[in-house]
């Protein structure tokens, strides 16, 4: 019995002890690579079957979680990682920026600046590589690695660098600002009696010009001048009836016969002329 609970001790504490190892590597491995083991199992609960190591480097695998944005399958470098380029300029930082005053002077035709080893011609190259019977792309490129020719300097060309114009030191630059609105002008409403002038002379000038326009006599209208303007009325096709009903006449006739009956209808549209209203009914429009 004592036998049985000293190997039951003991194998208690080798499980405690291999499981709280199994816990500090698993914690470190998350601590390393955190992003790729949650992906990999919010993949797992979206997906059905194995999801490899492989499948969450590839974008077009990877699905996006709810609530969250898409994974591009890229792992970080650690906690440990700094990001960026080491700066290795060594300017002396705030206080020698706020102690010194570096200017940059202008390049002249005579500088070091200029003197600068030009660049291949690569025009040349090609033209001499094509006279010694170069063919290939592969051809060309090996003769310009084997074979140098620079271009020729502005010196030798017979052309001057050209230099910038002096500028006075005491030159500022930018666009010059708009003179401030005095306040008093503001208060007193001077630009609105400044418009107001304005518009009023604007209509005395165009009153006085209408004052020497010349005026044309207006001509009168008079019922003859009507009658002359106006056009007969084109003799309107009668309504369609029923065969059987065109020989029928009218059940009631106040005038006398149809010659009557013409001559009224002549005088009435004769007359509407120079009546106002659109049946022509109405009072004359001229004395």
């Not at 990877?62 to 994974?71: C, D, E, H």
Request: include cysteine; glycine fraction near 8%.
């Amino acid at each position: 019995m004592g036998f049985l609970f000293v190997f039951s001790l003991v194998w208690c504490t080798l499980f405690v002890n291999v499981w709280r190892l199994v816990s500090i590597t698993t914690e470190d491995t998350n601590r390393k690579y955190r992003g790729v083991t949650v992906l990999k199992l919010e993949m797992q609960a979206s997906r059905v079957g194995v999801v490899r190591d492989s499948m969450l480097a590839n974008p077009l695998l990877i699905k996006p979680a709810l609530g969250k944005t898409k994974s591009k399958g890229l792992t970080c470098l650690g906690p440990d990682f700094v990001y960026g380029t080491v700066a290795t300029i060594q300017d002396g930082g705030v206080s020698e920026a706020l102690s010194n005053w570096h200017t940059h002077s202008l390049p002249t035709s005579g500088s070091r600046g200029h003197s600068r080893r030009p660049g291949k011609d690569f025009v040349a190259l090609n033209r001499k590589g094509v006279k010694s019977g170069l063919v290939t792309a592969k051809e060309h490129y090996q003769y310009r690695a084997t074979h140098d020719r620079r271009q020729a300097s502005l010196a030798r060309r017979g052309s001057r660098v050209p230099v910038p114009p002096r500028i006075p030191p005491d030159t500022t630059f930018g666009i010059s600002t708009q003179p401030s609105t005095p306040i008093c002008e503001l208060l007193e409403h001077k630009y609105a009696q400044r418009w107001l002038e304005e518009q009023q002379a604007k209509e005395r000038a165009l009153e006085e010009r209408q004052l020497n326009l010349p005026k044309l006599g207006r001509i009168q209208e008079t019922r003859t001048t009507l009658l002359r303007k106006s056009r007969p009325m084109p003799e309107s096709t009668p309504l369609w009836k029923l065969p059987r009903f065109q020989q029928v006449g009218p059940a009631l006739d106040t005038f006398r016969d149809p010659y009557a009956r013409k001559k009224a209808f002549n005088a009435h549209f004769s007359d509407s002329v120079a009546r106002t209203g659109q049946l022509g009914q109405g009072t004359y429009t001229v004395g």
